[in-house]
């Protein structure tokens, strides 16, 4: 399976700024996915990242607020712009890995205060 | 749209003893992947288990099997000889065959925690 570094792990963010989180994949991978976890709820989509094209956004989410970037089969960053208390949250990234299932990475704890 | 329920938000079971974790999902896709998820505390998300709809065999992962009921869209987790690393959050999600879009995505249920008491 693949194996995904993320980071930053944990980070705490005064409110108005903006925090890019970033997702390497030590394997060419066509898709990427990020996720928002809430605190204490389940995993929610925010957009799948392809290479080569605009990120597809999931209802409630949008580029401006979480713009992403994919240059390459290896790379992502989410960014989450001008933040708000309701922003903290777990922000994840994940992969295919084909014949395996989906690898994730360790997880970005924000904080927004 | 698919969805996934978990109807247990809390389970407790005795170490060594075994648990059984429920999943119900919605689809009209005959052809699917589902999936167990472990979520401990470090929030590392790891594969437990999963399985093809096509195969009619449960799936099954040293001390951890499940039982896949596709005409009552069931898919639960069995833990056996349950230790106290198994203290978790366990997801159940479900994953179209269709490609494109967001359609390879991951679809979670809300998650069962599950604690091992020694």
């Known amino acids: 399976s693949a194996v995904i570094s993320q980071k930053p792990s944990r980070d705490i963010c005064q409110r108005g700024t903006s925090l890019t989180i970033q997702c390497q994949v030590d394997?060419?991978?066509?898709?990427m996915f990020w996720y928002r976890q809430q605190p204490g709820q389940s995993l929610t989509l925010i957009a799948t990242?392809?290479?080569?094209?605009?990120?597809?956004?999931e209802s409630g989410f949008v580029i401006d607020k979480f713009p992403i970037s994919r240059p390459n089969l290896t790379f992502s960053t989410l960014t989450v712009s001008n933040m708000s208390p309701e922003d903290s949250s777990i922000y994840l990234c994940?992969?295919?890995?084909f014949g395996y299932g989906y690898t994730f990475g360790s997880g970005t704890r924000l904080t927004v205060v | 749209a698919q969805t996934v329920t978990q109807s247990q938000p809390e389970m407790s079971v005795q170490e060594a003893e075994t648990v059984t974790l429920s999943c119900t999902y919605d689809?009209?896709?005959?052809?699917?992947?589902l999936f167990w998820y472990k979520q401990p505390p470090s929030r590392q998300m790891i594969l437990v288990i999963r399985?093809?709809?096509?195969?009619?065999q449960n799936a099954t992962e040293n001390r951890f099997s499940v039982n896949f009921q596709k005409a009552a869209k069931s898919f639960s987790l069995k833990i056996s000889d349950s230790q106290l690393g198994d203290a978790a959050m366990y997801f159940c999600?479900?994953?179209?065959?269709?490609?494109?879009?967001?359609?390879?995505?991951?679809?979670f249920g809300k998650g069962t925690k599950l604690s091992v008491k020694p």
């Open positions: 994940s992969v295919e890995s």
């Open positions: 394997s060419q991978v066509t898709m």
């Open positions: 990242a392809n290479q080569g094209s605009e990120a597809t956004y």
């Open positions: 689809t009209s896709e005959s052809d699917y992947y």
């Open positions: 399985q093809e709809a096509y195969k009619q």
């Open positions: 999600a479900y994953r179209s065959t269709n490609y494109g879009g967001s359609q390879g995505n991951l679809i």
